[in-house]
């Protein structure tokens, strides 16, 4: 237990100094560590979030003061017609401490991959929004490539404001799943849907090798500057997670 807990400890270390040596690097240089392709992902991905939160019949207030993390693809398209094939980039973004019981944090950069991800009618784009409700739903997406539905539980989630967290598909659910297509907003269904880190987006983002877990439970990770109104929007919709284990 202990000889585990000095190796995260020096892992932890290990990554402040790299983020440090980031830092200077990028001063003395004087250019921006974001790529541009990835500081649109962030600022799309803020944009789709906020829009949602706005809607009169939206994501439960009471399902996301559950949530664990928050993971958010804009504009997801087909990439092949009549196979239905459906390839997006997003982000994933956490809330702090052991338990996920801290604040929001700096976020990971995910990719979502399905064969028939929802209806998308015309080539129209989709959003979706996921809502990861447990410690397990989490870990399996901090830890490796999630298939929904077979690695994760994952159900449609339930909508508006009169949408209990209590139910029992909320209940069992590890992650819940919205989508919103053409100013609709829904819970859909993305079983056989599969999750996983972006390690060449985190890379664009931080500057270095960093996988989600890292970063997610890095409490050295600073909040890039593209992605501070993210989670301030979660931060001030969500302060604190009020799941039935952390009251």
Do not use: H
């Amino acid at each position: 237990m202990n000889r585990n807990f000095d190796a995260e400890r020096q892992r932890i270390r290990r990554v402040k100094r790299q983020l440090f040596g980031m830092c200077l690097l990028a001063t003395s240089l004087g250019t921006p560590v974001l790529a541009q392709k990835e500081i649109d992902r962030i600022e799309n991905s803020t944009t789709v979030l906020k829009e949602i939160m706005g809607m009169p019949d939206s994501i439960p207030k009471d399902l996301l003061d559950r949530a664990e993390c928050v993971i958010v693809i804009p504009s997801v398209k087909k990439i092949a017609v009549g196979i239905g094939g459906s390839y997006g980039r997003g982000v994933m973004d956490c809330r702090g401490g052991q338990a996920f019981d801290g604040s929001w944090g700096a976020p990971a950069m995910v990719i979502l991959e399905g064969g028939s991800i929802g209806l998308q009618l015309g080539g129209q784009a989709t959003d979706y929004v996921l809502l990861v409700m447990n410690d397990r739903g989490a870990d399996s997406i901090l830890s490796s490539k999630v298939k929904l539905g077979g690695d994760a539980s994952a159900a449609a989630g339930p909508k508006g404001r009169t949408a209990g967290a209590s139910t029992d598909l909320a209940m069992r659910a590890e992650i819940l799943t919205y989508s919103r297509a053409r100013g609709l907003f829904a819970g859909v269904s993305l079983e056989g849907s599969t999750l996983r880190q972006d390690t060449d987006g985190n890379a664009a983002v931080y500057g270095m090798k960093l996988t989600a877990r890292d970063i997610v439970r890095g409490a050295a990770i600073p909040v890039p500057t593209s992605a501070q109104p993210l989670v301030e929007l979660l931060n001030q919709r969500s302060p604190k997670n009020l799941s039935d284990r952390s009251q």
